[in-house]
Antibody
């Protein structure tokens, strides 16, 4: 079955960087777009970024554009999110999610359990 | 940005009752509306996509419908495991979520 496991979260100071990883298994990773979605503590959901199945196309929320970079290593079945210039408002649980279709349909049919990123001095 | 407004914010019902959750879009999203369920401490779970299509493994008591820019998630008879927060999400353009409806035990 599909399994997504995020890692790399933690406490980081404002302005610093952090890289999240998401290890995928149970499906043909290199044929699906992948997403990062975040949820601030006690708040709703926000779509952060998406990468196409082959890594050639990437799209970002305005709130993270220019600071975050999504990427993937299909040989390792792993999704990444490089987060630079972190701000307090980036504090959230970050989920990786699989797209339901090969193209980016923005339907997230499987989600990881999330990793908490706390930006605080 | 397309704004999704969910109502009510909280729905207090008893097991066995019918739950009706609403999601209104600020502009047309066609039928590109998705519903998720989230329980405390868990990731969201896909329930319904494209307004009325149940995701794999979702029980038939969950159904979705559309009328113009108004969307409805109906749970025909609440089971104990259905008490959770429900989010709608549009995928017509850059995806956005509604604020959620909490279905709590009365």
């Amino acid at each position: 079955q599909v399994h997504l496991v995020e890692s790399g979260g933690g406490v980081v100071q404002p302005g610093r960087s952090l890289r999240l990883s998401c290890a995928a298994s149970g499906f043909t990773f290199n044929t699906y777009a992948m997403h990062w979605v975040r949820q601030a503590p006690g708040k709703g959901l926000e779509w952060v970024a998406i990468v196409s199945y082959d890594g050639s196309n990437k799209y970002y929320a305005d709130s993270v554009k220019g600071r975050f970079t999504i990427s993937r290593d299909n040989a390792k079945n792993t999704l990444y999110l490089q987060m630079n210039s972190l701000r307090a408002e980036d504090t959230a649980v970050y989920y990786c999610a699989k797209d339901q279709y090969g193209s980016y349909s923005y339907i997230a049919d499987y989600w990881g359990q999330g990793t908490l990123v706390t930006v605080s001095s | 940005e397309i704004v999704l407004t969910q109502s009510p914010a909280t729905l207090s019902l008893s097991p066995g009752e019918r739950a009706t959750l609403s999601c209104r879009a600020s502009q047309s999203v066609s039928s590109y509306l998705v519903w998720y369920q989230q329980k405390p401490g868990q990731a969201p779970r896909l329930l319904i996509y494209d307004a009325s299509n149940r995701a794999t493994g979702i029980p038939a008591r969950f159904s979705g419908s559309k009328s113009g820019t108004d969307f409805t998630l109906t749970i025909s008879s609440l089971e104990p495991e259905d008490f959770a927060v429900y989010y709608c999400q549009q995928r017509s353009n850059w995806p956005t979520f509604g604020g959620g409806t909490k279905v709590e035990i009365k």
